[in-house]
């Protein structure tokens, strides 16, 4: 793959030739076209393939949250949801090919030095709605009661995800929802982490646990 440093023309996006033109973050590329092979997958291909496939279908929907929780963690020009895509392949997704699936209490959707949200608990106390609880230690050196929380249901049966959308702060100790009547009786699982009011320091994710909706 070759960069192209942008003269006159500037790049170009498309097929040349025997030349491809693309740009990926503001940086324009050219490569070459690929090679077709006509030999069959290996066996470890085929299981790199079908992690990745069930890896990319769970999170696809939720790159604001990853760019958001690995803002810090960054690598080059690895984004957030690139950097939460590598981990979760490594860490959360667990099975035999052609059965994988997700463990999701090892599921990590932040990383950052900020205090992680304590002993967080999912519950579902009335019909329709989700109560997600944790407790707020007094630590100014890595958590302030001021720290915005980000927290994230999901329900596999839908494959669906409901992401918090107000100020809720550490010192509040709880948040809930109602959730949408389509997600009745299904099992939601659920995560928090916290962003410092300056959006520049993050914490750990910490998972809640799971609850079937009333």
């Not at 290996?42 to 790159?63: M, T």
């Not at 209490?105 to 205090?115: D, H, I, N, P």
């Not at 049966?157 to 949408?180: G, H, K, L, Y």
Request: charged share 20%; aromatic share 10%.
């Amino acid at each position: 793959m070759g960069r192209i440093r942008k003269g006159a023309n500037g790049g170009f996006s498309g097929k040349a030739g025997s030349v491809i033109g693309s740009n990926w973050r503001d940086i324009d590329y050219i490569r070459g076209l690929p090679k077709l092979s006509g030999k069959p997958a290996s066996q470890r291909q085929l299981e790199q393939r079908e992690k990745f496939k069930v890896a990319v279908n769970f999170l696809q929907q939720i790159k604001p949250v990853l760019n958001s929780g690995f803002r810090t963690q960054k690598v080059g020009r690895a984004t957030g949801y690139n950097l939460g895509l590598q981990i979760l392949l490594q860490e959360a997704v667990i099975g035999t090919y052609p059965t994988f699936e997700i463990d999701y209490s090892k599921v990590t959707l932040s990383k950052g030095g900020r205090g992680p949200a304590l002993g967080p608990t999912i519950s579902s106390p009335e019909p329709a709605t989700i109560e997600l609880t944790w407790a707020s230690v007094p630590n100014k050196a890595i958590a302030q009661p001021d720290d915005v929380a980000t927290i994230v249901l999901y329900s596999k049966e839908m494959n669906q995800f409901v992401i918090s959308d107000t100020d809720v702060t550490r010192a509040e100790e709880s948040w809930s929802v109602v959730m949408p009547g389509l997600f009745s009786a299904t099992e939601i699982y659920g995560w928090i982490f916290f962003e410092d009011r300056d959006h520049k320091l993050v914490s750990n994710s910490a998972y809640a646990g799971s609850v079937v909706l009333l």
